[in-house]
């Protein structure tokens, strides 16, 4: 009788710790991309030279995983280095570390992404420029950990403006043609509220 009390009393104890994990488990991906958004605000706001001060501008769509993409990583060759267009009609040497094939609502788009040491740069228009997000378009930094072997991670919803959608005065690269997407991405940063 003892060893049936203790046999039932080790299963539900097992019930009530699997229920306890499953119920109160780890963060959505809604909840992290939030955490993300406001450590970015927090940043934005407190770091020198700035191009805003407070965090009430910002504004941001839904994050939505379906932006989680798994691209197709191509390596450029000897490091190539490219030509930026910038807001100020400068051109700025940037290395271009790779293309990343991204498959999108049955279509297929090969953009250009840059090296920039600690992380890769993704520069890119879409069709949501000038209405919901900054009309220069928006980018996103990619840690080089999301590159596993010839697959990189790449998260639309950390989009961000450039800081020229903040203040005019800042210099900003210009999204190379290749990366102009003919979509919509409702994801990431929209545009900042002055």
Request: hydrophobic residues 35%; contains cysteine.
């Amino acid at each position: 009788m003892f060893r049936n009390k203790f046999v039932l009393g080790i299963i539900v104890l097992g019930v009530g710790l699997i229920a306890y994990y499953m119920f109160s488990g780890a963060p959505t991906y809604a909840e992290l991309a939030e955490k993300d958004r406001e450590a970015y605000k927090n940043s934005m706001v407190t770091m020198k030279d700035s191009p805003v001060k407070t965090k009430a501008g910002f504004d941001f769509y839904a994050p939505d995983e379906k932006w989680v993409l798994e691209a197709k990583f191509e390596k450029a060759e000897n490091d190539r280095e490219f030509k930026l267009q910038m807001t100020n009609d400068s051109l700025e040497t940037a290395h271009l570390a790779g293309y990343a094939t991204i498959e999108v609502e049955g279509q297929s788009f090969r953009l250009l992404v840059f090296d920039e040491g600690a992380n890769y740069l993704l520069p890119f228009k879409d069709r949501t420029n000038g209405s919901g997000t900054y009309g220069g378009g928006r980018y996103i930094n990619i840690e080089k950990g999301k590159l596993v072997g010839k697959r990189l991670t790449v998260d639309f919803n950390h989009s961000h403006n450039f800081y020229c959608a903040y203040e005019e005065s800042f210099v900003c690269p210009v999204p190379p043609r290749e990366n102009n997407l003919p979509i919509e991405v409702p994801v990431g940063e929209k545009i900042y509220k002055k």
